[in-house]
């Protein structure tokens, strides 16, 4: 029975070979590319095969009288017995339908592609804000907290919510329907589709994780084309996903020393976060290199001034001579509002004047503008990600709020210009939900007694905000009841975390647990997880996010979107196709 | 939390080599505390603190958490303020907060539970420094170190 068991097996697997030993192509199928923009082209086939025997056309052409050069062919690929072609650096000017073929002599695969072009440029410069996971509970709840709500009517709306464009978009990659920021913000450089960890390249079977087919990025080619500015601007370390997708390339966004060697080479103009720890030369204490390099002093001597804290930045970005600003405000990430202005938390004592989102935005802007020629300008809010993860809601509020004020920034300075398109949007979203209030004087001992819905959530009673846009305290009797659809094991306390960002679970040999410093906090809910035992928090949700944009050329955004499109129509707004 | 740790915690010990465990009073040795490794913080560096520079190559008794183990065979652990598990730093992509000790041990022990807190008695020894076998670069050590829990 087991015998028969097996060669049954054997047959299927004989019979199933054609379709599992089809060669993979990069760029993939459906892929849409910007006229002109390069790319890697990749044919990996599933084994040996001799190169007079290869054939990759382009609608019916030799691929090499296509791109103007023949590929590379690789005949043992990672010293492995499986051959792989590679074409670096290729493009196509013309738009049109491209269906590329490549064949060993035994097995074919094709792949089809649209180049596009779109119009003529409409505006000279663009401003992508991402939120980092911002779901729609984050903007609805920075809207409550920041602006206040009775009898069902806010008293004021948020910056973003007076943008008069707005779209969903799907966020999935080419390997699952779940992102990760790096493989979402690589669609919205590249307007090329990837996988979780990767940062504009195809997730190929390359070793080497700088060695995967890379695609160009939207800075590269406003720089090689149209000679703008291009700047970045987070509160995470410079080199996390979404910063990093604007100037580097690797199969693995973690590669933070070659991704601070590739901010570098990329001729980024103003780039600004924390994460000094990977530009310290080894030998200095809170360094992480691994290497005796002086990245601060590398940067220095490519003409970047470098800005340590508020009032550094403030005082290098007035200066009309500065062209190139490097600003590194912490050694990890930057502290969020929450912790800079009201609870003193974080490393807040050890980074006192790190600047608010808004100052970096400020002065990337004085920047930027000396550039007749425009500027790509890239800001994350990236905290809402980072606070969403460990179900710290109030936390990610706060950085919500502060996206909207930096929104602000940027959208008072483009009133009056009438040439910047401004694209506020999140990366993915979380499970995240407001369902009512909790209430510390309902009845009850268990907190969950004191949960209010329907009539009786009322409103919730935070103090109104400040000149900030924030209220002073989130730690008030009747406050937002705010769950997360995903999350290990914890407790959960329906109460803020004031001492700092909330830890939900604790590692005990392989798996998570909840942290009972929660678990010890009156009438806090012990909740069993519904993820895998080895997962220690909250995780990304497949749920479309809102696109949301202002400005000449946004208004091709509406309905659905794939994130790819984010590109698309910053590029075709820039008329980088023409 | 403390039942479970505790069973972890004693699976570890008992699984130690017998005399591993001192009592923190079996050396003299002067009490330092994460928050006086480093005099000052700047996105530059950290500087070592005048106490951390007055007792390098003494004797000193610190308090943490045991980090899990780097690899098999290092020969050393990791000395942190919090538990990894739930130090936000440890969960971003950043690999290690600034102010870690590096503890290398008299003789080897099995890792803790790294929710257990430890004291650890070494001679203290500041500066750069490459684990020849490793590759792990560290700027605070503790040499000829033995601990207990703490």
Redesign the interface.
């Given at each position: 029975m087991r015998r028969h068991h097996l060669a049954t097996l054997a047959v299927m697997a004989v019979l199933a070979a054609p379709a599992v030993q089809a060669q993979t192509i990069f760029p993939v199928d459906r892929a849409e590319i910007l006229a002109g923009s390069r790319f890697d082209l990749k044919v990996e086939f599933p084994g040996l095969v001799a190169a007079d025997r290869v054939a990759v056309t382009v609608n019916g052409r030799p691929v090499a009288g296509v791109f103007g050069r023949a590929p590379d062919f690789i005949e043992r690929e990672n010293d492995q017995p499986a051959s792989s072609i590679v074409l670096r650096d290729a493009s196509l000017a013309t738009p049109g339908v491209y269906n590329l073929r490549a064949t060993d002599g035994e097995h074919t695969a094709s792949v089809t592609w649209e180049v596009y072009a779109g119009g003529q440029r409409q505006a000279r410069n663009v401003i992508l804000f991402v939120g980092d996971g911002m779901t729609v509970a984050n903007v609805t709840a920075a809207r409550i907290l920041s602006r206040g709500i009775s009898e069902g009517r806010y008293n004021g709306r948020l910056v973003i919510d007076g943008f008069p464009v707005m779209a969903t978009v799907g966020t999935s990659g080419v390997d699952s329907i779940a992102t990760d920021s790096a493989n979402s913000a690589a669609a919205y450089n590249t307007g090329h589709k990837s996988g979780v960890n990767a940062l504009n390249v195809y997730p190929s079977r390359a070793r080497d994780t700088l060695a995967h087919p890379r695609v160009e990025t939207l800075a590269q080619i406003v720089q090689r084309t149209r000679g703008m500015s291009v700047g970045v601007v987070t509160n995470t370390e410079i080199q996390d996903a979404t910063p990093a997708a604007v100037f580097a390339h690797t199969r693995r966004r973690s590669d933070y020393l070659p991704i601070t060697d590739q901010m570098l080479a990329s001729g980024v103009d103003v780039l600004m976060g924390g994460g000094s720890a990977s530009l310290l030369p080894q030998g200095t204490p809170g360094s992480r290199r691994r290497d005796q390099r002086n990245m601060l002093d590398a940067f220095r001597q490519q003409g970047y001034v470098f800005a340590e804290d508020a009032g550094s930045l403030a005082e290098a970005a007035a200066q009309t001579g500065t062209r190139r600003l490097l600003g590194l405000f912490n050694l990890s990430n930057m502290d969020g509002p929450l912790d800079r202005f009201y609870l003193r938390r974080g490393t807040v004592e050890r980074f006192p004047n790190q600047p608010d989102l808004t100052e970096q935005v400020r002065a990337a802007l004085q920047v930027l503008e000396r550039n007749p020629g425009g500027f790509y300008l890239m800001v994350e809010s990236g905290l809402i990600d980072k606070d969403n993860h460990p179900l710290d809601w109030e936390r990610s509020v706060y950085n919500t709020i502060m996206l909207d004020n930096a929104v602000r920034v940027a959208r008072d300075w483009a009133a009056d210009r009438n040439d910047t398109m401004i694209v506020v949007v999140p990366d993915h979203t979380h499970g995240m939900a407001i369902i009512g209030t909790v209430d510390d004087n309902r009845p009850g001992r268990d907190m969950r007694e004191r949960v209010g819905t329907y009539a009786e959530a009322g409103f919730p009673n935070y103090p109104p905000a400040d000149a900030r846009g924030y209220p002073p305290s989130v730690d008030v009797s009747r406050r937002l009841a705010v769950f997360y659809a995903a999350y290990p094991d914890y407790c959960e306390t329906f109460r803020p975390s004031l001492d700092g960002q909330r830890v939900p679970a604790v590692r005990q040999g392989e798996n998570y647990v909840a942290n009972e410093d929660l678990c010890r906090q009156a009438g806090s809910l012990r909740r069993e997880g519904n993820m895998p035992r080895s997962v220690n928090q909250g995780v990304h949700a497949v749920d479309d996010g809102i696109l949301r944009a202002w400005g000449p050329g946004s208004e091709r955004f509406h309905g659905f979107v794939d994130n790819t499109y984010v590109f698309r129509g910053m590029a075709e707004a820039l008329g980088l196709g023409q | 939390?403390?039942s479970?740790?505790h069973r972890?915690g004693r699976r570890a010990i008992l699984g130690a080599p017998a005399g591993l465990i001192f009592s923190s009073g079996a050396r003299a040795a002067e009490r330092i505390g994460f928050d006086d490794l480093?005099g000052a913080?700047?996105?530059?560096?950290?500087?070592?603190s005048d106490k951390v520079q007055r007792l390098a190559g003494q004797d000193v008794t610190m308090r943490g958490f045991m980090a899990?183990p780097l690899s098999a065979e290092a020969i050393f652990f990791v000395l942190t303020r919090e538990?990894?598990?739930?130090c936000?730093?440890c969960?971003?992509?950043?690999?290690?907060?600034?102010d870690i000790v590096v503890v290398y041990l008299r003789r080897r022990a099995l890792p803790l539970?790294?929710?257990m807190r430890i004291e650890v008695t070494g001679r203290l020894e500041a500066?750069?420094w490459?684990d020849p076998e490793t590759?792990f670069?560290s700027?605070?050590r503790l040499r000829n170190a033995s601990f207990a829990r703490g």
């Open positions: - | 939390m403390a479970n740790v972890c480093y913080w700047s996105v530059t560096g950290l500087r070592f899990p538990p990894l598990s739930i936000p730093f969960s971003s992509d950043a690999e290690w907060p600034p539970d790294p929710s500066g750069s490459t590759g670069v700027q605070l």
